[in-house]
């Protein structure tokens, strides 16, 4: 059965890093658009990054870009979401999710497989 599953959350100060981590079981990421998502309590679910199959191309929303990178390693099955300089408008959950291809906006029915999220809370 294909699944994704997050990890990497938790409590970071305002500035520091954390790196979340998107596995997959049960098919190959690297032929999939592999899509980092974040929803803020009472806020709309929001495109974060994407990373491309094949040809490994990245997109970053404007509210991250500079300070978050996303990359693939095939042989862990796993996508990363590196996340530096973090803000307390960070916080929200976090979710991964395969598709065919890469974009940025949020596009309900349009995605295969959804992992469950992780919490990132950026508090001092």
């Known amino acids: 059965q294909a699944q994704l599953v997050e990890s990497g959350g938790g409590l970071v100060q305002p500035g520091g890093s954390l790196r979340l981590s998107c596995a997959a079981s049960?098919?190959?990421?690297?032929?999939?658009?592999i899509h980092w998502f974040r929803q803020a309590p009472g806020k709309e679910r929001e495109g974060v990054s994407c990373i491309s199959g094949i040809n490994s191309r990245t997109y970053y929303a404007d509210s991250v870009k500079g300070r978050f990178t996303i990359s693939r390693d095939n042989a862990k099955n796993t996508v990363y979401l590196q996340m530096n300089s973090l803000k307390p408008g960070d916080t929200a959950v976090y979710y991964c999710?395969?598709?065919?291809?890469?974009?940025?906006?949020?596009?309900?029915?349009?995605?295969?497989?959804w992992g469950q999220g992780t919490q990132v809370t950026v508090s001092s």
């Open positions: 999710a395969a598709a065919q291809s890469c974009w940025l906006d949020y596009s309900p029915g349009r995605y295969d497989y």
């Open positions: 049960g098919f190959p990421l690297e032929y999939s658009g």
